[in-house]
């Protein structure tokens, strides 16, 4: 009998689905209770390893918690210490800042700008283009090319060219000179940021309903400036929304190129971010508590930021 | 004679109309510079990978030339040949790194594939009380990815044992969201319910279902979930999880001929060719359904 009533409502759409929507909670959950079974797998496994830690960190950041002993409750400490005693973390703060209010916008603004300029190539050529210039964030782990590029002898390819066109005298130490650091740390990190948002893009412009635009020009729309503000756009916005997401998230977790490329610490914490800070107190020194109180940071600034995001993407070609 | 060089022209010129054929609203020089820019955005993105190319087939007085040489002159297979004998000095033997890399990624590949669609496809295709609320924490999570919880992780881990296992490179990422927030808004788009509908009043088990009617429709999904399970496999180094030598993925491995410095200069340029060229032999293979797959992974309020 039960049965049968989920068939009579999945067959019809629309207006069952409201009526659907009223049909009492016990009864919808007595109809569907195998989802659960079907959801436990993943959903289990995705608890424990992506709700848990943020839970998680947010409790451990009120403690002393050094993985051994239990924690010990010592209120706001942590928070105290962390913007009032401890320079380092302000300065990770102040890098981490800089860096993503250079790549994020500039990662974001470049996986819609490509995959506009893209979608009007001719299908091979978008094709290589699209390749090309997801590449880099494919080869994530060749980090090690950009050390050989600007490394700190006359082998650096950046230091020969520049010895030979006698630009420079001596090769400059790009790894370890405190002006240089962060902007390469930023040019990295712009290389790779076409990513999934990238992506999403390209295939949000080439699902784009062609007959809109047709609409669109005997409706006086007369170049590609203004077909991109009123129907491309407002058409692209659940891509945009996405393509935000990704960009905030690898704009503020940049810490494993300083980490591989500069040494933990870097010369004069010049490219120490703040996940860099967390993996020091975690990983080296133990005190997951202090650790805890910069993830919860990091999470509590990426989610504010998200929300910040989608409220201005609303309002695009209105 | 003549006539043949005329003809090819005539083509190269319908050729070229094709290209740079200006559709309403185009201009054709807009095209052209167009064109040109993408030409150039590319070869600067590619520059660090065509040097690692380069490099990876540099005999050594190449490498330590100066001016430094761009392209390769006498290209050669030494510094491959080096990396087999750098490691055929290590106690691990190397094809247990390998391995245990293979191990790791085909596992969490598999699970993530089959668990996480399975998740979508109740969250998507069937309406029980709370599939609306997990899945909106699941859209927010996407955020929290493995990097920006890996100190959380790593006391959770700990906490069940599961430092220095496989489990520990594994299961983060089968429970990882990318895949199944793909997923679900591929089968919005692809799967009618009246499809689905069908098929349970033939009396097909949800089960069922999912294995024969969702899965297979649902193939460019799986393929992208592939992609980004392998890349992010292939790249773990798990150095913060595994302490045992026998354990550790051959990325670390390889990494290790890359920390030699100078000295390895060349077989760690090989080695980096190694490392990046499986995610992107991949991506070029899967790029048809990565993009299909992508066009419905917008977000809607």
Redesign the interface.
């Known amino acids: 009998m039960a049965k049968d009533f989920t068939v009579a409502t999945h067959a019809v759409t629309g207006e069952t689905r409201k009526f659907r929507e009223k049909a009492p909670l016990k009864k919808r959950f007595k109809q569907n209770w195998d989802c659960y079974l079907y959801l436990a797998p993943y959903g289990i496994i995705f608890f424990i390893f992506t709700i848990l830690p943020v839970l998680m960190s947010m409790v451990l950041s009120f403690t002393y918690f050094n993985i051994l002993e239990t924690p010990k409750f010592i209120g706001l400490d942590n928070y105290m210490n962390l913007l009032a005693n401890d320079d380092i973390f302000l300065k990770a703060l102040q890098n981490t800042l800089l860096i993503a209010c250079i790549t994020g916008p500039a990662g974001y603004i470049g996986a819609l700008m490509f995959a506009w300029l893209i979608n009007e190539l001719s299908p091979v050529m978008r094709a290589i283009m699209v390749t090309v210039l997801y590449a880099p964030s494919l080869s994530g782990g060749a980090i090690a090319v950009w050390q050989v590029l600007f490394s700190g002898d006359a082998y650096g390819w950046a230091n020969g060219v520049l010895l030979d066109m006698n630009l420079i005298q001596e090769p400059i130490q790009f790894l370890t000179n405190t002006d240089y650091m962060i902007w390469i740390c930023i040019i990295i990190q712009i290389w790779m940021s076409l990513g999934a948002g990238f992506l999403s893009n390209v295939a949000g412009f080439r699902s784009l309903d062609r007959s809109q635009y047709e609409a669109g020009y005997v409706d006086g729309i007369s170049n590609r400036w203004q077909e991109l503000w009123f129907i491309t756009l407002p058409a692209m916005r659940p891509q945009m929304m996405f393509s935000a997401v990704m960009s905030i998230t690898s704009a503020f977790t940049v810490g494993w190129i300083s980490n591989s490329l500069f040494g933990i610490p870097s010369t004069d914490y010049a490219v120490h971010t703040i996940l860099n800070h967390m993996e020091d107190y975690g990983n080296t020194r133990f005190e997951m508590g202090y650790a805890c109180a910069i993830a919860t940071v990091l999470f509590v600034t990426m989610v504010l930021l998200n929300q910040l995001m989608q409220k201005v993407l609303r309002k695009v070609g209105q | 004679m003549a006539r043949k060089t005329k003809e090819i022209n005539v083509e190269k010129i319908k050729a070229s109309k ?2 740079f054929n200006p559709g ?3 201009s054709r020089w ?2 052209i510079i ?2 040109l ?2 030409c150039f ?2 070869v600067i ?2 520059f ?2 065509i ?2 190319v380069n ?1 990876a087939f540099k005999p050594l007085d190449e ?2 030339m ?3 040489n ?1 392209f390769v002159r006498n290209p050669t297979l030494d510094n491959f040949t080096n990396i087999s004998v750098l490691m055929s000095e290590s106690w691990v033997p190397f094809s247990r790194y390998v391995f245990n890399t293979v191990f790791v990624t085909v596992v969490a590949t598999f699970f993530h594939i089959i ?2 669609s ?2 979508a ?3 998507e295709k ?4 709370g ?1 609306k609320p ?1 899945f909106k ?2 859209e ?6 493995a ?10 881990m ?1 906490k069940l044992g599961m430092i220095d296992t496989y489990w520990a490179l594994i ?2 990422y ?5 895949g ?1 927030y793909l997923m679900k808004q591929h089968l919005t788009s692809t799967i009618p ?2 499809l ?2 069908a098929a ?2 033939d009396g097909a088990g ?2 069922k279902i ?1 294995r024969s009617i969702v899965m297979p429709l649902a193939k460019p999904a799986w393929l992208t979930m592939m992609l ?1 399970a392998v ?1 992010a496999m ?2 773990q180094q798990g150095a ?1 999880q595994i302490f045992t030598e026998v354990k550790k993925p051959l ?1 670390y491995a390889l ?1 290790q001929i ?1 920390t030699g410095g ?1 000295a390895r ?1 060349g077989a ?2 090989a080695v ?1 060719l190694i ?2 060229t499986p ?2 032999l991949l ?2 293979l899967t ?1 048809t359904q ?6 419905s ?5």
């Not at chain 2, 069937?126 to 009380?129: H, N, Q």
């Not at chain 2, 927010?140 to 990815?145: E, N």
Request: no cysteine.
């Open positions: 094709k290209v309403p609203g185009r807009g095209n167009n064109f820019f993408l955005i590319g993105m590619l660090p990978m040097y690692i490099n490498l330590f100066f001016p430094p761009f668990l996480a399975l998740a496809y109740v969250l069937r309406d029980f009380p599939s997990i924490i699941m927010i999570s996407l955020m929290f990815t990097t920006a919880t890996a100190i959380p992780n790593y006391i959770i700990s299961l983060p089968v429970g990882s969201t990318m199944l319910n009246s689905l509908e349970r009043i949800e089960l999912f980004f890349q292939w790249a913060s990325t990494n890359i100078v200069a760690g340029a980096q490392i990046i995610p992107i991506f070029i790029q990565v993009l299909d797959t992508m066009a992974s917008g977000m809607k309020d």
